[in-house]
């Protein structure tokens, strides 16, 4: 007997699974480019290689980078969604100003957050472990302000250390959304500080870490809040235009 029916169907049936593969493998080819993009822009935003105001062409990105014009724009999308580029109708797209407003609004929330992680770092059951990260700082203290500005650069990321030491996962992740913001304001006023401010910056870090060594909440909390606020303070001296070393 002939199975006429299932000898039809079944090459039918490989045809459409390979049908949905192949858009599932274009869906990915897509999103794979998008990712790249975002990731590319990203960096290049928040290491200041792309300066605040600057105007992003999509053309010329899209040259840039060797892909068509829709990765690129997805990717200022979920940008402008992190608020690191500004897309005006009829206008273009922009890296996102740092402007007096957006630091004050940043620097709100890093005080809930890292105030909190900070006083819940301390309630750790192995919260000395702390003192290694104030050794360290010791022993980085004693660099010249070149080496220093570039340390604290390159990433020595105590306060997203304290976050995440702290274990709570809807903390971490809501810290994370504002990171390339802190990052991109960090980077781009951090080369501006002088000597003075640099050294004021590690000593208040070494604060932080003793009062979450010795288990004192209060003293963390109280620690992180005086280093935020004269962080704050030193920026919105450089952005008047403030004289002098700082």
Do not use: W
């Amino acid at each position: 007997m002939r199975y006429i029916g299932s000898s039809v169907r079944a090459p039918r049936k490989k045809g459409r699974e390979s049908m949905v593969g192949t858009k599932h493998a274009a869906r990915d080819i897509v999103a794979n480019k998008k990712n790249r993009v975002y990731e590319v822009l990203r960096d290049r935003i928040v290491n200041n290689v792309l300066k605040p105001q600057e105007f992003l062409n999509e053309q010329a990105l899209s040259e840039d980078l060797g892909v068509s014009k829709t990765p690129i724009r997805e990717a200022l999308q979920q940008l402008e969604h992190n608020r690191l580029v500004v897309i005006i109708p009829n206008k273009g797209c922009y890296v996102a100003n740092i402007s007096i407003d957006r630091i004050r609004e940043i620097f709100e929330i890093r005080s809930i957050l890292e105030c909190a992680a900070a006083r819940l770092a301390a309630f750790l059951p192995n919260h000395e472990s702390f003192l290694g990260f104030s050794e360290n700082h010791d022993a980085i203290g004693s660099y010249d302000s070149d080496e220093l500005r570039k340390r604290l650069l390159s990433g020595y990321q105590i306060h997203t250390s304290i976050v995440e030491a702290v274990g709570n996962s809807y903390l971490t992740d809501y810290y994370r959304t504002i990171l390339d913001n802190i990052v991109q304001i960090r980077v781009y006023f951090l080369s501006r500080f002088g000597s003075k401010r640099l050294h004021e910056t590690m000593e208040e870090h070494k604060h932080i870490l003793k009062a979450i060594s010795e288990g004192d909440a209060d003293g963390a909390e109280s620690a992180m809040r005086q280093h935020l606020n004269r962080s704050l303070m030193n920026i919105n001296q450089l952005m008047l235009g403030a004289r002098g070393e700082i």
